[in-house]
Structures are given as structure tokens and as C-alpha cells.
């Protein structure tokens, strides 16, 4: 965004309008997986064939990642949900800080830039405000696959020695399952030569989704979605056809909880449940009937009642699903503690769902929080992607309307939020002053 252009989005402050307690009915439909279309992506690089996706979202974040691998050469053609892209040839391998600091998952394209071409220079990501996101574990990893790496200004820069500039498979054991590293390496390890372990990885489905592809493309790749990864590196990778990006669980999870906040029975599809087990194990723990099929989730909310709740790695709780789950609980009978394990400072939310009523007292990093028979609208400011989601949550429940700033959170994460809920009978306007 230019500097103008950032003053006049403060000057209109687009918000979302959102006129409470109506009761929903009907159908939620869910999106592609923001967090795998992203890093699928990315994995287009590892080729100089086409890569088609489809059931990709309409995001921010999305045509943020197309502008990142432009720039790096990468023919990038996106339409309604479908992303083609071609890497046949690459003219950098240097993402420009100012797309890659707006945009956190483009860091995790120094591990196929470095599978591909055996060098690149990305940007640190920039810091965040729910935590200090470190890439330590993805350097790691790629030091010991053989790339040289140094951390100079800000920038990484990494690169393989010898005429092949070709990595080498080697065991790695992660501190902790990150995500991020998990796919980093991951993507530098399937070109690399020889065999690479990956102990402790990420166990979430997008890391599954983005082991599918891979091997879609010719690489040899078992145990994604366990704690086990091992990969058996290839000479080449080719190019894939129509390749579907999973359902979004991060927005099946908020649908699911926009029925409870409401207490309005609704259908939730596209789903993958085992996607979503902790979540929907909660979600009968606090009242609500679900009946599952292979397609979708129909949810019954009963007299919603207090649960606890602690974000873990997946299959655990996902950190991303706590803020919406607080809205809910801000409503429930009974009190509830959150605890947010993941990251240091993702409850700003809270001060947001006090100013619509919420009794929420905050001990380190867990929430207590006593529900209330009724919230209150209010201005309200989601101050990250999730807290945004958390802030619509809690409008559809209140008396009143209540205005959400912070749309430009919102946006990067939710496909078209407004128009999906209300065609089941919420009231969204945006809002441009
Ligand atoms: C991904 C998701 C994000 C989600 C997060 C946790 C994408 C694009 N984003 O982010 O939505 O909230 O997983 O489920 O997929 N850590 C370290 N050292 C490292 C890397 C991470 O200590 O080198 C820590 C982090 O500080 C954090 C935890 O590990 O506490 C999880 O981070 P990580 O799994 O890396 O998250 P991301 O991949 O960035």
C-alpha cells in the first residue's frame, strides 16, 4: 500500500456494520485453506512446469503472495479460484522486503528457492503483533541440509556450495513442530540429494496438503501429517494439473461458532472433520449437537455452556480459533479459562470483547472468562486476522449494531465474510467512514 493510500484507508476506516441477534439459517460455504494455498504456492517455484490450483480463496493474502512471486519471474494467472503458475523462468531469487514484511508465509519460500536455484535472499519477516514468530528452526534446517546461511540487515541468505548447487538429505529434529519450518524444509528437502528425516514436524492437515502436492509433482515424500517426515530427494519435479487446496478448518471452525453465538442450527461445507476434531469435541462439550457426513457439519446449539479451553499444536486446540471461540464463551453459562499456549500476545482481543460487555479477566497468558446473558454493541477494532473474526463473532450476537474496524485483518483471511453470512440471514454492511 502507498503511503496515501494508507492515510485514506485511516481517514475512511472501512468497517463492517453488523446488526446483532438474528437468528441464521441455512448454508455456510467454506473456502479454500488460506494457510495451504499460500504455502502451494510457493511450492510452485520447485518446478519449471505448470502448477494449476484450484480452490484457492479470494484474499488479500493471496494476490500478496501472486505480486511475491512476480517479482521473483514466476508467471502467476489468477482467476475466480484458480491459480496458474509457471517458474519456468526465474529472474530472482530475492522477494522485495516490502511484500515479503506484509506478508509472513512468503518467508517459507527460501526453502524451494533454495531447492530449485541453490541460492536465495529473502527478508526476515517482519515482527508481529500476537508474537515475536521467530525463523530460527527453518534456518536450522537448512543449515543442516548443507546451505550456507548468514542473517545480515535484516536479511537471510542462504546458498549451496558445489557445481550442482544441490542440498543435502540429512536427520533434523525441530525444537518445536513448527509449521512454517515444516514446510520449509520440506520444500528445500524433496530436490535435495539423498534422504532427509524431519522428527518432531508439524503434524496440521496444510502441511499434509502440501506433502499431496509435492508428491503430485514427482517427489518421494511418507509421513506428513505425523511427527515423522522422510523424504527420498528427486532430480526434478513436474508440473500438476487442477490440484484442489484443502477446505479452510480456520473458517469452518468461525462458521461453526457464528451458529453457536447465534444458537441458529446451520450446515457448515465444504468440511474435513478430522480436520476440526478438537474443535468439534468442544463444541459438544459446551451443548451443541453435530451431525457429521462426508460432505459437511450441521450444528444444533443448545443452552451453551462454559468449557475450557488450550491451544496446542494440532491435533490440540488451534491457536487460531481462540479468539473466536472466547466471542462464544463470552456468552456461555458458567466461566471458562483459556489459555493461549502458542503465542505470547494473542489475547487483544479481550479489551475489544470487554467494551461489548464481556467479564473477562486476563492471568498471563490465560483468559477467565464469565459469560454474560447479553452483549452489548460497541466500535470494536480487530487488531489481527483472528481477534477481526472474533469481533464479527460477538456483532452477530449483541444488541445492536455494532461497527468492526480492522477489515484489512479481516480480509486477508476470510473469503467474501459478509456476503457468505448473509445469505443465511445475518445483516453485514460495509462501511466505508
Ligand atoms: C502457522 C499458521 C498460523 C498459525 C500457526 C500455528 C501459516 C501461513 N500460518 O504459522 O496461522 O497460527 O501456524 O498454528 O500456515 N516457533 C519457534 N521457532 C521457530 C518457529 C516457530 O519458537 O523457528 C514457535 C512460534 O514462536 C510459535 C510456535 O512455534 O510459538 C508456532 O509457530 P509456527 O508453527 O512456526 O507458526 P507459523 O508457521 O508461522
Do not use: W
Amino acid at each position: 500500500m502507498t503511503a496515501t493510500s494508507a492515510v485514506s484507508q485511516e481517514i475512511l476506516n472501512p468497517h463492517l456494520c453488523i446488526e446483532g441477534r438474528r437468528r441464521l439459517q441455512g448454508v455456510l460455504k467454506v473456502s479454500g485453506a488460506k494457510n495451504s494455498a499460500l504455502v502451494l504456492m510457493t511450492a510452485g517455484l520447485l518446478t519449471d512446469e505448470t502448477v494449476e490450483l484450484t480452490n484457492v480463496p479470494n484474499l488479500t493474502d493471496i494476490s500478496g503472495m501472486g505480486r511475491i512471486l512476480s517479482a521473483l519471474g514466476v508467471e502467476v494467472h489468477h482467476s475466480g479460484d484458480s491459480v496458474v503458475l509457471n517458474a519456468a523462468n526465474l529472474t530472482s531469487h530475492e522477494p522485495p522486503y516490502e511484500l515479503v514484511n506484509s506478508l509472513r508465509a512468503s518467508f517459507f519460500c527460501i526453502g524451494s528457492l533454495l531447492g530449485r536455484l541453490g541460492q536465495a535472499r529473502v527478508p526476515l519477516p517482519g515482527g508481529c503483533r500476537i508474537g515475536a514468530r521467530p525463523v530460527v528452526e527453518h534456518i536450522r534446517g537448512l543449515k543442516a541440509l548443507g546451505a550456507l546461511v548468514s542473517v545480515e540487515h535484516g536479511i537471510v541468505t542462504a546458498s549451496v556450495k558445489g557445481s550442482r548447487k544441490r542440498l543435502t538429505g540429512a536427520p533434523i529434529v525441530l525444537d518445536c513442530p513448527s509449521v512454517g519450518a515444516t514446510e520449509t524444509l520440506l520444500m528445500a528437502a524433496v530436490l535435495a540429494d539423498g534422504t532427509t528425516t524431519i522428527e518432531n514436524a508439524a503434524q496440521e492437515p496444510e502441511v499434509q496438503d502440501l506433502a499431496n502436492l509435492l508428491s503430485q509433482m514427482g517427489a518421494d515424500i511418507s509421513g506428513a501429517g505425523g511427527p515423522v517426515i522422510t523424504i527420498q530427494g528427486v532430480e526434478r519435479l513436474h508440473g500438476v494439473r487442477n490440484y484442489p487446496v484443502i477446505p479452510d478448518r480456520i473458517e469452518a471452525g468461525t462458521f461453526l461458532l457464528a451458529a453457536a453465538i447465534t444458537r441458529s442450527p446451520i450446515r457448515v461445507e465444504p468440511v474435513t472433520p478430522e480436520h476440526l476434531s478438537a474443535v468439534l469435541q468442544k463444541l459438544r462439550d459446551c451443548g451443541c449437537q453435530l451431525e457429521i457426513d462426508h460432505r459437511g457439519i450441521s450444528i444444533t446449539p443448545g443452552d451453551i455452556q462454559a468449557v475450557d479451553i488450550t491451544t496446542q499444536p494440532f491435533p490440540g486446540f488451534p491457536t487460531d480459533l481462540q479468539a473466536p471461540f472466547m466471542a462464544l464463551m463470552t456468552t456461555a453459562k458458567g466461566t471458562s479459562v483459556i489459555s493461549e499456549k502458542i503465542y505470547e500476545n494473542r489475547l487483544q482481543h479481550v479489551a475489544e470483547l470487554q467494551r461489548m460487555g464481556a467479564s473477562i479477566r486476563v492471568e498471563g497468558s490465560t483468559a477467565i472468562v464469565e459469560g454474560v446473558s447479553q452483549l452489548s454493541s460497541a466500535p470494536v477494532t480487530g487488531s489481527d486476522l483472528r481477534a477481526a473474526a472474533a469481533m464479527v463473532l460477538a456483532g452477530l450476537a449483541a444488541n445492536g449494531t455494532t461497527k468492526v474496524s480492522g477489515l484489512k485483518h479481516l480480509d486477508r483471511g476470510y473469503d467474501n465474510v459478509e456476503e457468505k453470512l448473509n445469505a443465511v440471514g445475518a445483516n453485514l454492511k460495509r462501511q466505508q467512514s
